[in-house]
């Protein structure tokens, strides 16, 4: 559980550090409407990159940035409707775009919610500890960018197969990278490789997306609201929202599903995987090309009680239409299918687990057979801009993009069918909340206790968010130690 108990020591360290970065910290509740951040702090954005190294950028960690690479205020949620003539379903599905997240990717906000409520605490001591990030991609980038802006040192954690974009870029932004075998569905190794380091004696501390509360906190404070504002823009009716679909990663994003469904209960949350490493449907392993949802375990911070189905979706696909929508010869073929060009221009902001949660949202369309007044609502984590080699690599592999293969692309969408899915039973549900044993008991320290809590405690998953307040409490109280408040109101 999250623990917000103060260390005087850490925190005198901490808001030492942050008075000389000139670090001032948003809260959560900034984030989740920009509109009551001070003036001072919007006019010294205007002035900036979305990406720049700057602390200012920390209060750009937020759903509803100006889409604009430089410079941008704030307006509504950042999202994207794809419409029937490009699913080939009724239902209207849409996704809230990371892409305008600082480093492209909305994992920078997991990040802040972990490393936070450890800095305002004292837990973590920046003038002495490293930040350890271990990941699958884009969560170690944005710990990497995060600790830099709040004054800390880093240490990113990913497999060596990841895309060469995610290693060209935190080359210039964590003090160092650990490069762990596989790829993204080799979590495992990336936790033996956190287990190294905390026995290696250096002054350091985890935060592991999988198993940090500060995970699920974040996004069921920031996320959901961002989710049910994007709802409320789509639909009227309540009956009309029938859920949110999403692969899994480290489950964190599922916390704003969570929070959605105590404003809609009679919506479905469906998990979305690879069939390629089908964890979730069979108790299944393997590997797949779906780059940074990881797998082969349940996190510990996925609320298993609260997910309704699971959706296994091939790997090819996605990697056929991230083809389609990015390249020339994909984007003239989907015009000449009545595409609006205006989409077509949109759709590189849909990076490869985007594409791979809208196939599940097909799945999940065509499963519940939804018309055209239904929703169905699912999340764009990253955008294509880390993923160019792998369009390279492609087409190394498999030859420039023609109408044929455009076509071929066009119909793996269109023919998506409703196999390789499970509406998830009571018991069902208790498969995939056991398989957490093996993991978080056995491998990684957790006590069967807590794991029974989870289950069987009804005011567990909710005491995370009821933190929420608190810890903005204490995020307002470290500022103004910190002194750098004044003449900001």
């Given at each position: 559980m999250l623990d917000l108990s103060c260390d005087e020591s850490g925190l005198a360290n901490a808001v030492r550090r942050a008075r000389e970065k000139?670090?001032?910290?948003?809260?959560?509740?900034?984030?989740?409407?920009p509109d009551i951040i001070p003036g001072p702090v919007k006019k010294r954005l205007a002035a900036l990159g979305l990406w720049d190294l700057d602390p200012a950028n920390l209060f750009r960690i937020t759903w509803k940035n100006e889409p604009k690479a430089s410079g941008g205020?704030?307006?509504?949620?950042n999202r994207l409707e794809l419409p029937p003539s490009l699913t080939g379903v009724k239902a209207r599905i849409a996704l809230l775009l990371g892409k305008w997240f600082p480093t492209g990717a909305h994992k920078v906000g997991a990040a802040f919610g972990c490393l936070v409520s450890r800095l305002v605490t004292g837990r973590f001591d920046p003038t002495a500890e490293k930040a350890v990030w271990p990941s699958t991609g884009n969560y170690c980038r944005g710990g990497a960018y995060d600790a830099t802006l709040l004054g800390c040192d880093s240490i990113a954690i990913l497999p060596e197969g990841m895309s060469r974009e995610r290693f060209d870029w935190l080359a210039n932004v964590a003090g160092e990278t650990i490069k762990t075998p596989g790829t993204e569905s080799n979590v495992k190794e990336i936790f033996d490789k956190c287990r190294e380091l905390r026995e290696s004696g250096d002054?350091?501390?985890?935060?592991?997306?999988f198993d940090d509360m500060g995970n699920y906190l974040w996004h069921y404070t920031v996320t959901g609201p961002a989710m049910a504002e994007a709802v409320r823009s789509l639909v009227a009716g309540d009956e009309r929202f029938k859920g949110v679909v999403l692969a899994t990663g480290s489950g964190g994003t599922l916390a704003g599903a969570d929070y959605l469904k105590t404003l809609y209960p009679l919506s479905k949350i469906a998990a979305?995987?690879?069939?390629?490493?089908?964890?979730?449907?069979?108790?299944g392993f393997g590997e797949h090309r779906i780059e940074g949802i990881g797998d082969k375990?349940?996190?510990w911070v996925h609320n298993v009680r609260n997910t309704d189905m699971v959706i296994a979706?091939?790997?090819?696909?996605?990697?056929?239409l991230v083809r389609l929508f990015n390249e020339p010869a994909g984007k003239d073929f989907l015009v000449s299918r009545g595409v609006d060009p205006r989409l077509v221009d949109n759709l590189p902001l849909l990076g490869i687990s985007a594409v791979a949660n809208v196939v599940a949202a097909v799945k999940f369309a065509k499963y519940y057979e939804l018309s055209e007044e239904d929703v169905v609502l699912t999340v764009a984590t990253d955008s294509m801009e880390m993923y160019g080699s792998r369009l390279r690599e492609m087409e190394d592999e498999r030859g420039a993009m023609d109408a044929v293969s455009s076509a071929i692309a066009w119909s793996a969408l269109r023919e998506t069918g409703t196999d390789q899915m499970e509406e998830l039973t009571y018991l069902g549900k208790k498969r995939l909340h056991n398989l957490k044993y093996f993991t978080w008991v056995e491998q990684q320290g957790k006590t069967v206790e807590e794991l029974r809590a989870q289950w069987y405690d009804p005011d567990y998953w909710s005491s995370v968010p009821a933190l929420g307040p608190q810890l903005d409490k204490l995020i307002e109280a470290f500022n103004e130690r910190v002194g750098l408040l004044a003449g900001t109101a």
């Open positions: 000139n670090i001032i910290i948003p809260t959560f509740a900034q984030m989740r409407d205020g704030f307006g509504a949620v002054k350091l501390q985890i935060f592991n997306q979305c995987e690879a069939v390629q490493c089908p964890t979730l449907l069979r108790n375990h349940v996190p979706v091939d790997d090819e696909v996605p990697m056929k």
